[in-house]
């Protein structure tokens, strides 16, 4: 009897003890339901950057109630439409990365990017008071669709050790005549084993020619004379497509077009492989610090943007980009809301080591500058990554007009590889680029 005794004691002893558990942990489970799950898209690979931002909010956040998954989109025509998709259909997305003013507009128009306004103005959260009037640029129809959050502010990237052999200076300020002169001497080799001046990487992208050659001297809107004409026609837009038809075609300084597309060349595949000693853009900054995919151990240095001629940087290139918008038809606004304030003023740090500044004046610059050359201070040329890349300008080249902006761009890639290709003449593709472009701005 006695045993017996002991054992009910011993089950009820273990009752009272197992019970608080139960209990806990019915009551984390509880609390985990409460956690809101934000879906937000980027196109930028989760490794450079955002996967390690979302990590450090989620840390922030976890007793508020907020939780962030990164998925990327390729920021391509095929992974843009799968996101287009996505929050048309108010499934999966309820905040994302624009990348560009057009495709920004687009968005606004289309009912896929919330106007922020009652946000804004409720939390005093002023966008101008954190980077100036320019952030007025990125409005739609004068109302706020986005957040810039990256500071775009390019220029042209080489390689240093190639031009110290060759015993060029690093420009600080050159024409487009002067830049089709050093890609030329700095082309050398036959073959396999050609090193070419110059890289466009014309098979990602034509319309930069105009973003980064043009503008800088024709202003924000280089596509543009008005609302209802096209400036394919302009002095400075002709000359810049002659350069690159030139270099090309003429000079044999870069790879062509057509061996661009058809060889499927990247700017990893041919500056960091040694086979270019310039390229046109840095976004290629967390490639040049993955030693692991893209072996070399020659120096990165960076110029401004070519121009026009003598004294004619009007404007600098730039701007803001990696545009923050939310999806209106998700049930989590406020919270997207939160964590867009957050990534804005504090939480870009894990991706300015893969190349992206922050345009917000909330970072210390000296963290910034740190954050952009860690993992690659023996690869990255300090001093130009800050004359060119990281020190703000007072002078953006910002659009104004997105009129028709993809059909127009449209028009202008076609005309492009037609030249490129040497079915017509700059000029005469030119001159056609302008009628059918105009045909569309007047309809």
């Known amino acids: 009897m006695k045993h017996f005794r002991i054992i009910a004691i011993a089950l009820l002893l273990l009752a009272i003890i197992t019970l608080p558990v139960v209990a806990g942990g019915a009551g984390e489970s509880a609390k985990d ?45 095929t992974g843009n439409l799968k996101l287009e998709t996505n929050l048309l259909s108010g499934d999966g997305v309820d905040l994302y990365m624009t990348y560009t003013t057009d495709i920004l507009a687009k968005r606004a128009e289309g009912n896929m990017a919330l106007d922020l306004s009652e946000l804004i103005e409720r939390d005093g959260f002023d966008l101008t008071q954190y980077g100036g009037s320019l952030m007025e640029s990125y409005y739609i129809n004068g109302k706020p669709y986005c957040v810039p959050t990256k500071l775009d502010q390019y220029g042209i990237v080489l390689n240093k050790d190639m031009f110290d052999a060759a015993g060029i200076p690093i420009p600080t300020e050159w024409t487009f ?12 080799g036959e073959g396999q084993d050609k090193v070419y001046g110059m890289f466009w990487n014309s098979q990602q992208d034509l319309t930069y020619i105009l973003s980064y050659l043009v503008a800088q001297t024709n202003g924000g809107d280089p596509m543009y004379l008005s609302e209802t004409e096209s400036a394919f026609t302009d002095p400075v837009v002709l000359a810049a497509v002659e350069l690159i038809y030139n270099m090309m075609n003429v000079d044999g300084s870069s790879p062509t077009h057509a061996d661009s597309v058809t060889q499927k060349l990247s700017q990893e595949g041919v500056f960091l492989a040694g086979k270019s000693a310039m390229t046109i853009g840095p976004w290629m900054v967390r490639s040049i610090k993955d030693l692991d995919n893209y072996p070399h151990d020659f120096v990165t240095a960076f110029a401004p943007y070519p121009v026009y001629a003598e004294g004619q940087r009007n404007f600098t290139q730039g701007g803001y980009g990696d545009m923050l918008c939310i999806n209106p038809k998700s049930e989590h606004i406020e919270e997207a809301w939160e964590f867009i304030k957050w990534y804005a003023t504090e939480g870009m740090l894990p991706v300015v080591e893969g190349g992206r500044v922050p345009c917000f004046n909330t970072y210390d610059p000296a963290e910034v500058t740190a954050a952009f050359l860690k993992g690659g201070e023996e690869l990255l040329d300090s001093e130009t990554t800050m004359t060119v890349l990281i020190n703000p300008a007072d002078n953006y080249a910002a659009p104004s007009i997105t009129n028709h902006s993809a059909e127009i761009k449209r028009v202008f890639t076609e005309e492009m590889e037609t030249i490129l290709l040497g079915d017509e003449t700059p000029a005469e593709g030119m001159a056609k680029a302008k009628e059918r472009a105009d045909a569309i701005l007047q309809q």
């Not at 005549?177 to 050398?188: C, I, N, P, W």
């Open 177 to 188: 005549d002067e830049f089709r002169e050093v890609a030329k001497k700095l082309t050398h």
């Open 33 to 77: 339901e409460d956690i809101v799950t934000l879906r937000f898209w980027g196109g930028v690979p989760p490794e450079a950057g955002p996967q390690a931002s979302v990590d450090l909010f989620n840390e922030q956040y976890a007793d508020k109630g907020i939780r962030v998954e990164y998925e990327r989109f390729v920021n391509d025509d």
